[in-house]
């Protein structure tokens, strides 16, 4: 996997992915930023839940759950030292469904998080204390 990183000027960067996908990166005014884009920590939080995201959803279909609706609210604390690394990490799940079988999204969420989700499981291993919750809605 590749990916490569312009700067634009003052804290803005454009990055770009090898599947040819960009993203803006900025930060606030007062560290030389226009606030146009996401910070980095804040893209490594959104795609550390993606990839959990991913796993639940394709974990439910292939289990035949009639799952409608899928999303993870993530919550996290960092260091107030520099380096600002991640300490801890939620994410909770909420999965909307017709006849959803709570112990299929209780199992999703479990694989994911101890087998599939290379974000999670990578942090957690680099001392991020990662936990997770569910809930499940009738649709």
């Not at 909420?94 to 709570?102: C, N, P, S, Y």
Request: proline letters at 3%; a negative charge; one cysteine or more.
């Amino acid at each position: 996997m590749k990916a490569q990183i312009k700067w634009v000027d003052g804290a803005m960067f454009v990055a770009e992915s090898e599947s040819g996908h960009a993203v803006v990166i900025d930060g606030p005014a007062d560290g030389g930023g226009r606030n146009m884009g996401p910070r980095p920590m804040e893209l490594v939080l959104m795609g550390t839940g993606a990839c959990s995201t991913y796993d639940v959803v394709s974990i439910l279909r292939k289990a035949r759950q009639d799952i409608i609706d899928c999303q993870v609210e993530l919550s996290a604390e960092r260091a107030d030292a520099v380096p600002a690394v991640f300490t801890a990490i939620h994410m909770h799940f909420i999965v909307r469904g017709r006849q959803l079988a709570e112990n299929q999204v209780a199992r999703a969420v479990k694989l994911s998080a101890e087998k599939y989700c290379s974000a999670s499981i990578m942090l957690g291993a680099a001392g991020v204390k990662v936990t997770h919750s569910h809930a499940v809605e009738e649709a």
